[in-house]
Structure formats: structure tokens, C-alpha cells
């Protein structure tokens, strides 16, 4: 039974186009995440969720919109895809966010934008 | 702020030496430390973590950290390294509860086992 679950975990898509990727967590967890990890291997955090309210938004360009309809789900949509938005999104979620919480992360969905 | 730095992107170990990955940290707290593992093509997961208990930090596969406050490092060690432990691996610093508990990664370090 997968823990943090991401849909699909490969996409590859044009230029301009708008896709979803999805996540779903079935730990109970309050708070839930979205990281950008680059050709490099960095890790980024992107936004993060508490009990469906945003808490951290960090500088990310507004194409990218999370949506958490409850706190066992954080979806990330992107509009307009640029190239550099080419990347391995991983969700991840933990009990809380007191900053001693252990994080769960996702397999991670690879996206290609040609 | 918190930052971490980790001491080289690549590390290669004979199978059966000692590992020792390095990782400084900056934080204007007491900081919550963290070692995640990446095996390749999968997320992340926790190797071990520090919260200001026991200065020395045991976790899974035979890896442990030690927090050294005067030297503000967590460096990661394993006595003899085994070819699964090669993957890359992150040494992460959080933010406090007021700042959202943010997690602040490392650069990752790549670890190679030849045999």
C-alpha cells in the first residue's frame, strides 16, 4: 500500500501546454509538499500545505497553481510549460510542520517539456 | 537563516570502507538535522535524523551522524559500505514551526561503491 502516491509519473509534453500532476497520501498526515529536484539533483521546496491551507509559497512563478480539495490530496497544475520547467516533482507530506517532522516523499513525477 | 553545505558532490568508496559523507550547516536556532537517502529513480526516504537528544544519531543500514555543535557539522559515516549503498544522499536542515517547518536540502552527494 503506497504511502505518498503521484500521478503519472512520467509526463512529456509541448511547449505552452497546461498539465496536472496529481497526489494522494494515505498516512493521515496534516501537512503535504511539493519539491522540484533539477537536472543536478537539487531540491527545492515549492509550496507547502497544512490541513488544506497554504503555509509556505515560496518564489515560484504564478503558471504554478497547488490545489489541495483535502489534506490527504495536493495536486500541482502548471500552465503555459517552459522549457526549464523540466524537472522531477516530488510530493511529500508528514504529520505536522513543527520542523521535527519527518517527511514521506513520493516516487516523484519526471516531466519533459519539448 | 538555515542553510546547509554539503563537501563534495561525488564520493567513491571501495566495498567495505569506512563512508563518510560531510555535511556544515548554518542556522541562526538550534537546528532539527536530517540525512535522506535517493536510490535511483525513487523519492526520498530517511536515513536518520537529529532533534536535539543524543549528540550521536544511529539509522538504518548501519549509517549514523554525529551533531557537533562547535563545528557545526552532521556528518554522515558508515564503517564498511556495502554496492547497495550507493545512491545519492541529502543532508537537510529545517526551519522552526514560525517559519513553516520548511526543510532546507543540501546539494546531495552521489556515493559510488566499487567492488
Known amino acids: 500500500d503506497t504511502a505518498v502516491s503521484q500521478t503519472p509519473k512520467y509526463l512529456v509534453t509541448q511547449m505552452g501546454n497546461d498539465k496536472s500532476i496529481k497526489c494522494e497520501q494515505n498516512?493521515?498526515?496534516?501537512?503535504m509538499y511539493w519539491y522540484k529536484q533539477d537536472s543536478k539533483k537539487f531540491l527545492k521546496i515549492m509550496f507547502s500545505?497544512?490541513?488544506?491551507?497554504?503555509?509556505i509559497n515560496e518564489t515560484v512563478p504564478n503558471r504554478f497553481s497547488p490545489k489541495s480539495p483535502d489534506k490527504a490530496h495536493l495536486n500541482l497544475h502548471i500552465n503555459s510549460l517552459e522549457l526549464g520547467d523540466s524537472a522531477v516533482y516530488f510530493c511529500?507530506?508528514?504529520?505536522?510542520?513543527?520542523?521535527?517532522?519527518?517527511?514521506?516523499f513520493g516516487a516523484g513525477s519526471r516531466l519533459t517539456v519539448l | 537563516a538555515q542553510s546547509v553545505t554539503q563537501l563534495g558532490s561525488h564520493v567513491s568508496v571501495s566495498e567495505g570502507a569506512l563512508v563518510l559523507l560531510r555535511c556544515n550547516y548554518s542556522?541562526?536556532?538550534?537546528?532539527?538535522l536530517f540525512w535522506y537517502v535517493q536510490y535511483p529513480n525513487q523519492g526520498l526516504q530517511l536515513l536518520l535524523k537529529?532533534?536535539?537528544?543524543?549528540?550521536l544519531v544511529k539509522g538504518i543500514n548501519g549509517f549514523e551522524a554525529e551533531f557537533k555543535k562547535s563545528e557545526t557539522s552532521f556528518h554522515l559515516t558508515k564503517p564498511s559500505a556495502h554496492m547497495s549503498d550507493a545512491a545519492e544522499y541529502f543532508c537537510?536542515?529545517?526551519?522552526?514551526?514560525?517559519?513553516?517547518?520548511?526543510?532546507?536540502f543540501g546539494q546531495g552527494t552521489e556515493l559510488s561503491v566499487k567492488p
Open positions: 511529500a507530506s508528514s504529520p505536522g510542520h513543527s520542523g521535527a517532522n519527518v517527511l514521506t
Open positions: 498516512l493521515g498526515h496534516d501537512t
Open positions: 500545505y497544512n490541513n488544506k491551507e497554504l503555509i
Open positions: 542556522s541562526s536556532v538550534p537546528p532539527y
Open positions: 537529529y532533534t536535539s537528544a543524543a549528540t
Open positions: 537537510a536542515v529545517s526551519l522552526p514551526y514560525n517559519q513553516g517547518g520548511k526543510l532546507i
